[in-house]
C-alpha cells in the first residue's frame, strides 16, 4: 500500500515536471511571438491545473520549477540564472508570489470543494438513515395501532355480539323448556304468558341490536373502503334534523331537547338520510351520556357564507381533550377505554367514526367542545349549503323550538 502510494505521488510530480517542460519547448519554438507576460500567464494557467487537479504541494513543486524556466530561458540574460534588469526581478517576483498564491488558493478551494462533496455524502447517508428509521418506526406505529384494532374489534365482537346471543339462547331455550314441560315430555314447571312475552320482547330486543352491530360494521367497512354511496339532494336543516328527532323520540323521553334554528336557514345539498343519521348518533350519544332529565341542546346557524354549523350538547360529563380525536375511533368509546365515567351505556363504539365518515365524505368536518359553561359536552359538525329557503315542519311534541332572529 505504501509502495502504491509512493509511486502516486512521483507519478503526480513527474506530470508536473513534464507540463512545465512541455510548455516551455512550445513557447520557446514560438519565439518572437511572445513576450514575459503571456509565457508568466501560460505557466500560472498550469500552476492552476496542477493545484486544481492534486493540491497544494504538486502546485508548489510546478511553480518552482515554473520559475527557474520563466528566469533561465525567457528573461534576459537568457541561458543563465541571473537577472539583468530590474523590471524583470519585478516580473519575476510577481510571477512567483502569484503562483505560489494561486497554487494555494486553487488547491484550498479544491480541497473545500471535497469537504462540502463529503459532507454532502454524509448528510445524504444520514437522511438515508433517518428515512429508514422513519419508515421502521412507521411500520412499528402502524403494527401498534393495527393491534389496538384487534383487540378493541376482539373487545367489541365478544360483548356486543356475545351478549345479545346469550340472551337471545337463554330466552330461546325457556321458551323450548317451557313448551317440553306442556307437552309432558319432560318434568318442570310451566311459564306465564306474561314471561312468555317478556322473552320474545327480549329476543327481538336482542335482533336488533345485532342488526345494527353489523349493519354499523357494513357502514364502517363502506367509508374506510371509500365506497359511501351519497345520493345529494336539496334538502331543509329543518326536515333532517325532525326525521332524526322522531326516531329517537323514544331514546329521549327522559329529556327536554332544546332546540335552535337560524331563521331562514339555506337548503343543504347533502344526502338527507345519511345527515340524519348523523344527527341521529349524536342525539343517541348525548341521551346515553348524560343523566335523566338531564337538557339536550341541538342547534343549526349559518357559520360561514358558505357553511352551516350544527351542534349537539349534553349536560353530561366533559370529553377530555386528550380524549377529543380518539373518540372518532372505530370502537373507541370514552367510558370504557378512556375511563371518564364509572357509568358504562351499551354501545358498539362505531356511531361516531361512521358520523365522520358522513360528514368528511361531504366535504365537512366534525369535532368536539366543552358544553355552555364550560360542563357537559357539545358535537360540532359543518356541511356546505345552498341558497334555497327550507320549509317550516312539524316537531316532536317534547321538543321546544327557539327560532332565531
Not at 327480549?202 to 349493519?215: A, Y
Not at 358544553?371 to 359538525?381: E, L, Y
Amino acid at each position: 500500500m505504501r509502495r502504491e502510494l509512493f509511486e502516486q505521488k512521483w507519478t503526480v510530480y513527474l506530470v508536473a515536471i513534464v507540463s512545465v517542460a512541455v510548455l516551455t519547448v512550445a513557447l520557446k519554438l514560438i519565439g518572437a511571438h511572445v513576450n514575459s507576460t503571456t509565457v508568466a500567464l501560460v505557466f500560472l494557467l498550469d500552476v492552476l491545473c496542477i493545484a486544481s487537479w492534486r493540491g497544494s504541494v504538486p502546485a508548489l513543486v510546478t511553480s518552482i520549477i515554473g520559475v527557474l524556466c520563466f528566469n533561465y530561458f525567457f528573461l534576459p540574460p537568457f541561458g543563465t540564472f541571473n537577472i539583468a534588469s530590474a523590471d524583470n526581478w519585478v516580473a519575476f517576483a510577481a510571477f512567483l508570489l502569484t503562483a505560489l498564491t494561486a497554487g494555494q488558493l486553487s488547491a484550498r478551494a479544491k480541497k473545500r470543494a471535497e469537504e462540502a462533496e463529503t459532507g454532502r455524502g454524509q448528510i445524504e447517508k444520514l437522511y438515508a438513515q433517518l428515512r429508514d428509521a422513519f419508515e421502521r418506526a412507521s411500520e412499528a406505529e402502524a403494527l401498534r395501532r393495527s393491534e389496538k384494532l384487534k383487540s378493541a374489534l376482539l373487545d367489541a365482537v365478544t360483548h356486543d355480539l356475545r351478549t345479545p346471543l346469550t340472551s337471545i339462547k337463554a330466552s330461546i331455550t325457556t321458551l323450548l323448556d317451557d313448551r317440553k314441560v306442556r307437552a309432558g315430555r319432560e318434568p318442570g314447571f310451566a311459564i306465564d304468558s306474561d314471561a312468555k312475552l317478556e322473552m320474545m320482547e327480549v329476543i327481538d330486543q336482542e335482533t336488533d341490536r345485532l342488526n345494527r352491530f353489523i349493519s354499523g360494521l357494513i357502514e364502517l367497512a363502506r367509508i374506510e373502503a371509500g365506497q359511501l354511496q351519497l345520493r345529494r339532494r336539496w334538502g331543509a336543516v329543518d326536515e333532517i334534523i325532525t326525521t332524526a328527532l322522531s326516531r329517537a323520540d323514544s331514546i329521549t323521553a327522559q329529556h327536554p331537547i332544546e332546540l335552535k334554528i337560524e331563521k331562514e336557514l339555506p337548503v343543504v345539498r347533502v344526502d338527507e338520510r345519511a345527515v340524519s343519521e348523523v344527527v341521529y348518533t349524536l342525539i343517541d350519544n348525548a341521551a346515553k351520556y348524560s343523566p335523566a332529565q338531564s337538557r339536550i341542546g341541538i342547534s343549526a346557524r349559518r357559520s360561514q357564507p358558505d357553511q352551516i354549523r350544527m351542534e349537539i350538547e349534553n349536560e353530561g360529563e366533559t370529553i377530555p381533550l386528550a380524549l377529543r380525536e380518539r373518540v372518532f375511533d372505530k370502537f373507541f368509546r370514552a367510558t370504557r377505554d378512556g375511563d371518564i365515567s364509572t357509568h358504562k351505556p351499551s354501545g358498539t363504539g362505531m356511531g361516531l367514526a361512521i358520523a365522520k365518515g358522513i360528514v368528511e365524505a361531504h366535504s365537512g368536518r366534525i369535532w368536539i367542545e366543552t358544553g355552555s359553561n364550560g360542563t357537559g359536552t357539545r358535537v360540532v359538525f359543518t356541511l356546505p349549503i345552498g341558497d334555497d329557503d327550507p320549509a317550516d315542519v312539524g316537531l316532536p311534541a317534547n321538543v321546544e323550538a327557539v327560532r332565531e332572529s
